[in-house]
């Protein structure tokens, strides 16, 4: 089971809402949507781990009995693979630079609290890239504090001396409109959203 990080990127909308709602139970449902969402993540990682194609595991319940997979999860995960693959090339970034599911803990950020797990991380000369894919049909942008949130823990990662000059994040939503969205984030966004986990910690 994944460790449970109490400033984890997807609180980050919540956190600005309200710092006080960290105080309150903990969600642990799971609804049908969202474990068909961990079922098609999982193939997403096992295909950018091996380099294998979506559609090799059509009807395959390796990743959970309740969701085989469908042709619409071998779409999702084949336009994940092709459009970040696009960025890649667009950035100049080789493709053994690909970290998928890398879970990182933030190391200026008391007893573990801000962390998390990203679907995918690349990491050029000059450029870090981060995508996400959405399988859900809720509109989710490329600008999302919870993208930003991983690109904070990337760069907190980096190896020493590396300095990166771009970050794009990417989400990938096959059942949404538009179905990839692209945002460069800037330092202001980097900053601010820091400042507000910091201050998340402190209280």
């Keep these: 089971m994944a460790q449970h990080h109490i400033l984890g990127p997807s609180k ?7 710092i006080g709602s960290l105080y309150g139970p903990a969600d642990d449902s799971s609804s049908g949507a969202a474990r068909e969402g961990t079922a ?3 193939l997403l990682e096992i295909c950018l781990l091996m380099d294998m194609a979506p559609m090799d595991f059509l009807g395959s319940k390796q990743f959970s009995e309740e969701f085989p997979v ?5 779409e999702a995960v084949e336009l994940f693979i092709t459009e970040t693959r696009k960025l890649m090339e667009t950035y100049e970034i080789p493709v053994d630079r690909v970290v998928p599911e890398r879970r990182l803990v933030h190391p200026a950020v008391s007893n573990d609290l801000f962390g998390g797990t990203m679907d995918f991380q690349a990491i050029g000369d000059e450029t870090l890239l981060i995508a996400d894919m959405k399988f859900g049909r809720r509109q989710v942008y ?3 504090s919870q ?8 760069l907190s990662a980096l190896p020493e001396g590396h300095r990166i000059k771009r970050v794009i994040q990417v989400i990938i939503q ?3 409109n538009p ?3 692209i945002h460069e984030v800037g330092q202001v966004e980097l900053s601010e959203l820091y400042t507000l986990i910091k201050g998340a910690e402190a209280h």
């Design 179 to 181: 179905q990839v969205s």
């Design 147 to 154: 993208l930003t949130a991983y690109s904070l823990l990337s």
């Design 174 to 176: 096959p059942r949404g």
């Design 70 to 74: 469908t042709i619409e999860m071998v």
């Design 142 to 144: 490329a600008d999302s």
């Design 12 to 18: 980050m909308d919540r956190i600005k809402k309200c």
């Design 40 to 42: 098609c993540h999982a």
